[in-house]
C-alpha cells in the first residue's frame, strides 16, 4: 500500500482546505480510509474515517460539522474538506488505510491501520 496525501498549504482561519490521498496499489475499494493529524509537540491524533463503500463516516468531535470526508473508488482517492478553519487545525494531515471492517470502536485507533502515507502541512493563521 502506498499513499500520498496532498493539498495542504496556508490558509485563513475561516477559510477552507481540500486534501487528497492517492492511493497505489490493489484492492482500494476493500479498504477503510482514515485521515489523522498531528501538530507540532503533541500526539497524532484521529480525524476522520469513512468506510469501503462510503456508506459509514466518522469524526471527531473538534472537526465534526466542518470537515467532510469522502472517496473515490474509480479514482483510488480518498478526500478531506475542511472548512471554517481554525488555528488550532494547525498539523501534518496524513491518510492511512486499513483492511478492516469499518466500526466506529476502533477506526479512530491509529494502531488498525496498515499503511500509511507521508504528510501534507495545513497552517492555519488568525
Known amino acids: 500500500v502506498q499513499l500520498q496525501a496532498s493539498g495542504g498549504g496556508l490558509v485563513q482561519a475561516g477559510g477552507s482546505l481540500r486534501l487528497s490521498c492517492a492511493y497505489s496499489?490493489?484492492?482500494?475499494?476493500?479498504?477503510?480510509m482514515g485521515w489523522f493529524r498531528q501538530a507540532p509537540g503533541k500526539e497524532r491524533e484521529f480525524v476522520a474515517a469513512?468506510?469501503?463503500?462510503?456508506?459509514?463516516?466518522l469524526y471527531a468531535d473538534s472537526v465534526q460539522g466542518r470537515f467532510s470526508i469522502s472517496r473515490d473508488n474509480a479514482k483510488n482517492t480518498v478526500y478531506l474538506q475542511m472548512d471554517s478553519l481554525k488555528p488550532e487545525d494547525t498539523a501534518v494531515y496524513s491518510c492511512?488505510?486499513?483492511?478492516?471492517?469499518?466500526?466506529?470502536?476502533?477506526?479512530?485507533?491509529?494502531?488498525?491501520?496498515?499503511?500509511w502515507g507521508q504528510g501534507t502541512q495545513v497552517t492555519v493563521s488568525s
Open positions: 469513512i468506510s469501503q463503500s462510503s456508506t459509514r463516516t
Open positions: 496499489g490493489l484492492s482500494f475499494r476493500t479498504y477503510v
Open positions: 492511512a488505510a486499513t483492511p478492516a471492517g469499518f466500526s466506529t470502536t476502533y477506526v479512530a485507533k491509529s494502531d488498525v491501520y496498515t499503511g
